[in-house]
């Protein structure tokens, strides 16, 4: 299993562009989210969806979207990119609950995004 | 879900056990301590996590106190690569579909050789 993964590992953005960051994971996990992590502050959700269809918001969700149409897979948009978005970006899945096995809230990380918008 | 304090930073000699101390007073019955780090620069790894009994990983051991107002991570042989930041989270079990981890800034464990 290659986990989860993300990509890409770095980009910079002008200030307008927008941009698509890609997260997939092979885990068959019902859950997964993104989170942003700002220095001096701990991670905090954007998004999060608890199946193909399915998605809601964190608590910082403005400037972004996400879909979620395949299980596997769960893109963040960034419609109009700020320079306040510039952090440091992670995806997350974990199992549902309801599915057994691990429990729910052992969630598996990406690598991370850095991204830097100018 | 209940807040965490954890100190801000620690230090381990390289073979010996690092205490990770977590204080979560206002911890509720349903709620669950969970263990994470993050190495520099990288996503954070779970580590461990329990309810009221004590718990063994190949990571960790996990020690909660009876009135499991705190916790202790214990890392029993610390190597270099545990150099990390290690964060305590406490949520409750099916606490709803927003598994929104309540992430604080963690203890920054420096071990040195």
């Known amino acids: 299993n290659a986990g989860v993964t993300q990509t890409p590992k770095f980009q910079v953005l002008k200030t307008g562009q927008s941009m698509t960051l890609q997260c997939a994971q092979d885990?068959?996990?019902?859950?997964m989210s993104w989170y942003r992590q700002d220095p001096g502050m701990g991670l905090r959700l954007i998004h999060y969806?608890?199946?193909?269809?399915?998605?809601d918001q964190g608590e910082v969700p403005n400037g972004y979207n996400v879909s979620r149409s395949t299980t596997e897979d769960f893109p963040l948009r960034l419609l109009s990119a700020a320079p306040s978005q510039t952090s440091v970006y992670f995806c997350a899945s974990s199992y549902s609950w309801l599915a057994g096995g691990t429990h729910p809230d052992t969630q598996y990380f990406g690598p991370g995004t850095r991204l830097t918008v100018l | 879900d209940a807040k965490t304090t954890q100190p801000t930073s620690m230090d381990c000699a390289e073979g010996r056990a690092a205490n990770l101390p977590c204080n979560h007073s206002t911890i509720s019955g349903n709620e669950y301590v969970y263990w994470y780090r993050q190495i520099h620069s990288q996503g954070p790894q779970y580590i461990i996590h329990?309810?009221?009994?004590?718990e063994t990983n190949e990571m960790a051991s996990l020690i909660i106190t009876e009135d499991r107002k705190s916790s202790t991570l214990i890392l029993p042989h610390a190597t270099l690569r545990d150099t990390a930041v290690y964060y305590c989270?406490?949520?409750?079990?099916?606490?709803?579909?927003?598994?929104?981890?309540?992430w604080g800034l963690g203890t920054s464990l420096a071990v040195n050789p």
């Open positions: 969806s608890v199946g193909a269809g399915i998605t």
């Open positions: 989270i406490v949520r409750g079990f099916n606490a709803g579909n927003n598994r929104k981890l309540i």
């Open positions: 885990m068959n996990h019902e859950y």
């Open positions: 329990g309810l009221k009994n004590n």
